[in-house]
């Protein structure tokens, strides 16, 4: 799910206010027509599961209004706080590694070598993007088996003897991260580095001229005029990060059983619905999730004031 | 943008012999280290189905194994199921690009509606497109599921494809490009010439649009391939899987990893190790052939290269 997400700050770029001059447009059906189709499906598969899961939320299993009360339950379950605890364990690390590592990298790419060979890095590092999902998790099963792993030594180091050392459950959010940045951080340095390569040449060689090096320039001028993507990899590191479902679904299959079925929010609400057939206790962690999402969009959209809508 | 040479702190140590020495080793270190991480992985992927089990664990990681050992991998995965793998890769693509085109034929218009006509409830609907882009979407699969089942569509291609083809993204991105890169001029003169709304729309605006409509069609028929949580919810048999939920059955067929359930069956790593192979193998592919294309559309025109 990451790196196609990633690719979403692509759109960033060009978004800048749009003065319109309203006289000029058309009111009047030609564009409803053009967005019949789309509203259709926003209704179907955005607005209406949203307003399903409130209700349900909000309800028992025989329609009666329950005020907080499914929310209070499902917060007082045993697994609910540590799933929280795990995703957030797993994010903060996540955040960090991901965007510390791909802007450094973008950096270097952008400014400390030839464009030719640059171009060659962001290719291979972009190519575990194409592994997504499911097979990404695989290939990491094998990747952390010290039996057959091309890094074993490095496991052994590390006091890893076997596979089922590796997938102890406090190493899950390690693994994850790593998953995680296997597969997404290529796109993101591709995005990183061709938003710094829209800084204009002059600004950086006016830098050298007043004496400041690379690293410098990079924390000076290169950083600050790239913060809006930087925001915008956070709010989609975040979203991502609070819906794993299939990584640790698989690490729980493979580790047979050791690592918890209700490791992320996601596998608890999988289990309340589909274990428990308690689907009103589901979607109150659903929509524990939801709210969680876009309190954190929010605050990141408000404050860095990403999204300029159009200025009318 | 704004510049921000005045904040910057008069260093004058960069330049200096030793410091670059340093800076130099720092750099080759981190990249020399990344691309050992991003491409180690693959490499070993790309020679694990050419030995055998025991060889996976005996042999050097990354030595080649045997062509015919490769054959045999390829014999014991198509025989899983009968054949269910080719099964999976049709499904997949059933599901894939039957939401591709319904997205397609939504978003765009929707897209081309939002930046350049005007009605009613306009700047509601961009706006909503914007929150349910950003809101978790793994959060609203549950309650999908439950709407699906009240419409009877479960077990249905219908309760994989519908969803699928809502990709607010799509409508987003088609919005953006609309916005900033077509002249409004263009349009209105189309007008006067006496062109209808659906003429401008369909012969001045879509061929304009074909670079976002190439990245449209990238995003989401990578993101529906790649799919797993709604597919592994909605769909009941085996030979309604798409590829993603196949391989996570293979997976629990695996003895190494499910001693239990994978005995007497001939899927061992080599086998799941070519499964995964295949499963990418569109997205790879695609990828390879878009690559330079898709970095431009990404950026959309903003690099100097």
Redesign the interface.
Known sequence: ?TV?EN?????L????P?RR??A?????L??????S??????V???????G??IY?AFTNDRGQFTGLGQFIKVANDYRFLPAFENILIYLVMWLILVIV?TT??AV?LRS?MR?GLSSI?R?????????????SV??????LDP??????GLLKAFGFQNFAQVLQPENLPVILVLIAF?TG??GWI??MY??L??IPDE?LE??RV????????AW??QL??IRKWIVYQS??AF??G??L??EPQ?LQ??S?GRVSPTWSP?QL??VY??QHGD?NG??AI??F??A???IV?AVL?TRSGL?T??NE | ?T???D?????????RPV?RFV??GI?VL??AL??I??????I??LL?PTKTAGQ??HDF??SFGSFGQLGAAWQHLTSFQNGAIFQWLGNSAVYSIGSLI?TL???V??G???A????KG??T????????????????V??????LNLFGLIGTVWSII??F??F??G???VY??F???LP?DLL?AA?IDGCN??QV?WRIAMPLAKPVIG?IAF?SF??NW????LP??VLPSSDQFPI??G??QL??STPS???VAGKGLNIT?PE??LA?II??LP??VL?LFS?RA??A?????????
Do not use: C
């Not at chain 1, 770029?13 to 800048?16: G, L, P």
């Not at chain 2, 991480?37 to 693959?42: D, H, I, N, T």
């Open positions: 799910m196609l690719e979403r700050v692509a759109a770029e060009s978004v800048k749009v001059r309203p000029r447009r058309r009111a009047g030609a564009g409803y027509l053009f967005v189709g789309y509203t259709i499906l926003l179907a598969f955005g607005i209406v599961p949203t399903y899961a349900l590592l450094v990298v270097i400390r464009p890095f290719f291979l590092f972009y190519i575990p993007g194409a592994l997504a999902g499911v097979a695989l290939v990491w099963l094998f990747m039996a057959v792993s091309p890094a074993s296997w951080a290529g591709v995005v061709g938003a390569n829209n600004v006016a830098a007043d004496g400041a090096g690379p690293w410098q320039s000076h001028i600050p005029m709010i989609l979203a991502a609070t819906q479902f299939v698989l299959t493979a047979l996601n609400a999988y619905a589909f689907f589901a979607a659903s929509i999730l939801l969680l999402g876009l969009a959209v999204f809508l159009d | 943008m510049t921000t040479l904040r910057r702190a008069g260093g004058h140590t960069g330049t410091s800076s130099t750099v981190i990249l990344l691309l991480f991003f491409v180690l992985p693959a070993w992927l694990a996976l664990i990681p990354l319904l034929v939504t978003s218009p929707a081309y509606a939002l350049l006509t005007e009605f306009r700047k609907l961009l706006t909503v497109t914007l929150v349910v882009m950003i809101m978790p979407s793994a959060a609203l549950l309650p999908t599921f439950l709407e519908l969803p083809s809502f607010p993204f409508v987003y991105l953006i490009y916005a900033t890169s409004r209105s007008r709304e659906w729309f990245l995003f990578v993101n790649n799919n797993f949580f592994y919810l993603q939920v391989l996570n997976l629990s990893f499910n001693p790593s799941l190790a995964i499963a990418i997205v790879l990828f690559q898709l970095v559309g990404m950026l959309a025109g903003a690099t100097k290269e």
